[in-house]
Structure formats: structure tokens, C-alpha cells
């Protein structure tokens, strides 16, 4: 496929990702004009999917360590803020609030609410990345 036809998907691609609110597109616009989109992209998909792991470890121990699942999730906040994944930092402020209560159902409910919105985000920036290098094997503009 030629590389401008691909560009062409990567930015209808970009541009699905914030109608659907996939990521915020002010945030990504500033990665993408920086040159980082893909490495920030990348970063945010291997820290998220190291800290969905802890806070899964920790949700299964019989006490759980109210601190430590706070600042897990706290720290999946910052990582999603990272690319303006406002969808998955709204269901973490869901997942504090019924951590807040103690309610481990909903805590579990809201976290695979979190993981499905994660799942989302990287899947599409899986698609972005895997367009970008078709692109750039296409050779220069």
C-alpha cells in the first residue's frame, strides 16, 4: 500500500481514537507534534499493563493493603494521563470510590471496567503503531 494511503488510515485511525474518545486529543496532538506519540504510546502499554497485574495480585490477598492499592491506581491515573486516556482515569476515580467503601465486589467490577477500557486504548495504539511502521518502511515522504 502506498505511504499515502496509509497516512491517510493513521490519521482516520487517530482521529476515530478521539471520537470515541479513546484518548484525548488535545494531549495526543501534543505528543504527536513532539514526535513521542508512539513512545509515550508504548510506555503507557507496558507500565499500565505491570500495574493492572500488581493491583490484580494485590485484590486477591485475603487483607488488602488499602495504601498500596491506592497508590497502584493512582500511579495507572498518572500513566493514563500520560496519553489522555481520560476514559480509563474515570473508571480508576470508579474503582477509588468503591475501594474508598470497601466494597470488594464493586471494587472487582469496577477493575475489570478499568482492564476492558486498558484493553481498548492499547489495542488502538497497537493499530496506530503497526500503521506508523508500514509507513516508515515505505521509505521517506
Known amino acids: 500500500m502506498a505511504a499515502a494511503a496509509l ?24 505528543l504527536r507534534e513532539d514526535g513521542i506519540a508512539t513512545e509515550v504510546a508504548r ?3 507496558n507500565e499500565a499493563y505491570e500495574i493492572l497485574h500488581d493491583i490484580d495480585i494485590r485484590m486477591e490477598e485475603p487483607e488488602v493493603d488499602i495504601d498500596e492499592v491506592e497508590a497502584l491506581t493512582q500511579q495507572l491515573m498518572e500513566c493514563a494521563s500520560s496519553v489522555g486516556a ?14 474508598a467503601i470497601k466494597c470488594k465486589q464493586g471494587c472487582l467490577v469496577s477493575l475489570d471496567l478499568v482492564r476492558n477500557l486498558y484493553c481498548i486504548v492499547r489495542n488502538d495504539m497497537e493499530i496506530m503503531m503497526q500503521l506508523e511502521d508500514q509507513i516508515a518502511a515505505c521509505g521517506p515522504k
Open 7 to 30: 497516512r491517510a488510515r493513521l490519521n482516520t485511525h487517530i482521529s476515530r481514537m478521539y471520537a470515541e474518545g479513546v484518548v484525548e486529543e488535545e494531549t495526543f496532538e501534543q
Open 43 to 45: 510506555l503507557f502499554i
Open 86 to 99: 481520560q476514559q480509563v482515569n474515570l473508571a480508576c476515580m470508579h474503582f477509588g470510590d468503591f475501594y
